[in-house]
């Protein structure tokens, strides 16, 4: 009856959810992290700022390709 | 009757082929205005050591900079002109920038060495990720240390002294007080790296609601302290 469900037990099953979590995780922090330098750059504008934002947003979409990628080939 | 008025009809010609001049003079009393800022600042920064650090743009990594451009904060006022841009010193960001460099190199000596080390054997693609993963997080490691240390400044105007803070990402403050209530200025400066990279710590006590400012670990501190002195007008307290 739960054949099926056998794959749960799998340690590569359960590797990649692992992997899969952390990413989502660091991925909602890289997403606090640049909430957080568009308001200080709100509040003091320094000249190289863009260039600090650009940097992060460049970390985020590093981990965005990577969830998605780890989310179709594991 | 005549010539005269032909006479008058040639200047009248000659006036219009001459180029309108328009010289604008300044009245005395603003030439003698800006002459005596002119003289104020230079009395202000009347070290030579400082002379370099002015007028320069604001790079990434700067710690100390005179009348910085292009910098402004959320509650300047009008008119208000940022004299000191301060950070703490780029030798203090040396303890996470090798931690960056030995996580980085890390997984290089793991490679080479992974004959001593019991790791089960995963499918390529599992090794893939992790080692993008891996590199990811360092780079996040190394972008937040980088914004902490970007984000804390302090900034010192003709009437007011800002300290920003960004601690931890999710603690930041701002904090503002008037020259007119800072009782007292000191500074510190101990230790063999601080000696050689010329950095210490900038402590102003004030009669507002926050009573301590504290300026850790700025660049040429004994300048910083004069700055604010002769903006102020005080006495100097040197430990």
């Not at chain 2, 009757?1 to 005395?28: G, N, R, S």
């Given at each position: ?74 | ?28 009393f603003e030439t003698e205005l800006k002459q005596e800022k002119k003289e104020e600042k230079?009395q ?196």
């Open positions: 009856m739960y054949s099926n469900l056998q794959f749960l037990l799998n340690p590569f099953f359960l590797l990649k959810v692992m992997i899969l979590v952390m990413i989502f995780v660091f991925l909602v922090f890289m997403l606090i992290v640049l909430n957080q330098v568009r308001s200080m750059a709100k509040r003091v504008n320094q000249p190289k700022t863009p260039l600090i934002v650009t940097i992060g947003i460049v970390i985020l979409l590093a981990a965005a390709s990577l969830f998605l990628t780890s989310l179709v080939i594991l | 009757m005549a010539d005269i008025f032909v006479a008058k009809k040639k200047k009248i010609e000659l006036k219009d082929e001459l180029p309108p001049i328009k010289k604008e003079v300044t009245p005395l230079d202000r920064f009347a070290h030579e050591e400082l002379f370099h650090f002015r007028n320069k743009e604001v790079s990434l990594f700067s710690s100390f900079h005179l009348y910085p451009s292009n910098v402004f904060f959320k509650e300047q006022e009008e008119g208000e002109e940022i004299i000191l841009l301060l950070r703490k010193h780029f030798m203090t960001n040396f303890p996470w920038i090798a931690i960056a460099i030995i996580i980085t190199i890390a997984p290089v000596i793991f490679f080479i060495f992974r004959s001593y080390f019991p790791v089960p054997p995963l499918p390529d693609k599992f090794n893939v990720i992790a080692f993008l993963f891996y590199f990811t997080v360092v780079g996040a490691y190394v972008y937040m240390n980088f914004i902490s240390w970007f984000f804390n400044i302090s900034l010192v105007t003709q009437g007011r002294l800002i300290d920003v803070k960004f601690i931890d990402i999710i603690y930041h403050d701002m904090a503002i007080t008037r020259l007119s209530l800072v009782e007292d200025i000191s500074f510190t400066q101990s230790g063999f790296l601080r000696s050689l990279f010329n950095y210490g710590d900038i402590f102003v006590q004030t009669a507002g609601e926050k009573l301590n400012f504290d300026f850790l670990a700025v660049p040429e501190p004994d300048h910083v302290l004069n700055i604010i002195e002769n903006l102020m007008g005080g006495q100097k307290d040197v430990q």
